[in-house]
């Protein structure tokens, strides 16, 4: 299964949520907690995570408490682990309403994706991937807050990044365009040379929340 297939097959659960009146904004970041947790499993990270709160504890909810343990969990994790899992969890909330539709539909179909060949290609153009087609539905309105790929390149291209300056991105989102001037930084320059400072010093990235 390439990347692409993995981003067709996880947007395509989204059709399991709307019988329990998930909208295509809420079943984004739904499926954004889910799919963090599974990585962190899949990529032998789970040092992120608490015990007890991770994708195998997720598996083993009690049938009849399951939601309410999830939503336990996902506001455990906004105040515990690593800084990376407060920052995704923080604030975080859930709009499945069913027990079921959790544990025995959205779990069981991702567990049941093929990860690995995924991972060979991987995984950074996977969280873009189900943006930019949520951007193309109609039903969702979000195009506006897109930019594609293409574009992104061809404006990192045209501005032509060299280490003197001070890369900022101050709207970033999925933070594409600070990844493509860094590419581009590495592609025309010998980035090893620098020591960290002096890189930390020319490549400063700087984010609204």
């Not at 790929?149 to 933070?175: F, H, Q, S, Y």
């Amino acid at each position: 299964m390439s990347t692409q297939d993995l981003i067709n097959k996880l947007w395509n659960l989204c059709n399991l949520l709307r019988d329990d009146g998930v909208t295509y904004h809420e079943y984004l970041n739904e499926l954004t907690y889910l799919v963090f947790l599974k990585m962190v499993e899949e990529t032998g990270q789970e040092e992120l995570i608490p015990k007890g709160y991770r994708w195998s504890d997720i598996e083993k909810f009690n049938a009849v408490t399951r939601l309410e343990e999830y939503k336990k969990l996902l506001i455990y994790l906004g105040t515990n682990g690593s800084l990376i899992t407060k920052a995704i969890f923080a604030d975080a909330s859930t709009c499945i309403r069913k027990p079921a539709t959790l544990i025995n539909k959205l779990v069981s179909e991702i567990d049941n994706l093929d990860w690995y060949s995924a991972k060979n290609e991987g995984l950074g153009d996977m969280y873009e991937g189900l943006l930019e087609i949520n951007a193309r539905e109609k039903k969702s309105g979000a195009g506006q807050y897109f930019t594609p790929r293409v574009l992104i390149e061809a404006m990192v291209e045209l501005m032509k990044p060299n280490l003197d300056d001070v890369i900022v991105d101050p709207t970033a989102g999925t933070g594409s365009f600070l990844i493509t001037a860094h590419h581009e930084l590495k592609k025309h320059n010998d980035i090893k040379t620098l020591d960290e400072v002096a890189y930390c010093q020319r490549f400063e990235c700087i984010t609204r929340q």
